[in-house]
């Protein structure tokens, strides 16, 4: 604003003051606002003309004071207190899933297999002078026990598999296993027992018989009690991992 006039394109006021090109008069904004047309949208087209027709027919925008508006958006935006859910809601929670014991899982399964397959071999069988006989796991010795913890060992080394990592299903394991190594080692004993006793049964229940074949009558252990040996040995270890590795 200026007293004078700088050049051609100054323009001045009713109070006589001049004022720079860029500065625009108050009727060439009211006039510039009239201009701006604001016909119903009739056609696909967008432009100048019909853009805040179109906006307001299709959005449903209002002439409404920009701070209102921000105002509105800012209540909405507003955090709702916490409610605990109906349950009416349909979301599903997951529960959270704890990775297998795989080292003690898998070592326990093949130590109950050895447990199961072992029970239902012969545990001893004749041997020296003796030409027929043999010892059923089951029916003549402890085979239905170790069969049992067999099972046993199996089903709590699949909770190992499962993620089920506590401490008291490796103790479990290696209760379980004891008992079947218990077993183990005094059908082997027994049997032992057995067949040092054989030649005396002999010549008790046959006096004339001869004494070097009494002697070398025997029995010899089988593969079977090996195996449940051997099983219930690898099922003790899986238990003791079970328990140490896990909470």
């Not at 690898?234 to 896990?246: D, E, P």
Request: proline share 5%; aromatic share 8%; net charge neutral.
């Amino acid at each position: 604003m200026s007293d004078v006039s700088h050049g051609p394109d100054w323009w001045q006021d009713e109070e006589g003051k001049w004022y720079p090109p860029h500065i625009k008069s108050e009727d060439d904004v009211v006039a510039s606002k009239k201009n701006f047309a604001t016909a119903p949208d009739t056609s696909e087209e967008i432009n100048e003309e019909n853009i805040a027709s179109h906006f307001k027919q299709r959005y449903g925008w209002e002439n409404q004071p920009q701070t209102e508006s921000i105002t509105g958006q800012n209540r909405e935006a507003k955090p709702k207190p916490w409610a605990p859910s109906k349950g009416n809601s349909g979301a599903r929670f997951m529960r959270p899933s704890t990775p297998s014991d795989l080292f003690s899982g898998v070592i326990g399964l093949l130590g109950a297999g050895l447990l199961i397959i072992g029970s239902f071999i012969n545990w001893a069988t004749a041997a020296g002078s003796l030409t027929s006989g043999t010892v059923n796991a089951i029916s003549d010795s402890n085979g239905l026990g170790t069969l049992i913890t067999g099972f046993t060992c199996g089903v709590i080394s699949s909770l190992l598999l499962k993620g089920q990592r506590k401490r008291w299903v490796g103790l479990l394991l290696a209760m379980t296993a004891t008992i079947a190594l218990v077993l183990s080692i005094y059908s082997i004993a027994d049997i032992i027992n057995t067949s040092d006793g054989i030649p005396q049964n002999l010549t008790e229940r046959f006096p004339n018989i001869d004494s070097t074949y009494a002697n070398k009558a025997k029995l010899d252990l089988g593969i079977g009690l090996w195996l449940v040996l051997g099983g219930s040995a690898i099922s003790l270890l899986a238990g003791i991992t079970g328990f140490k590795r896990n909470a």
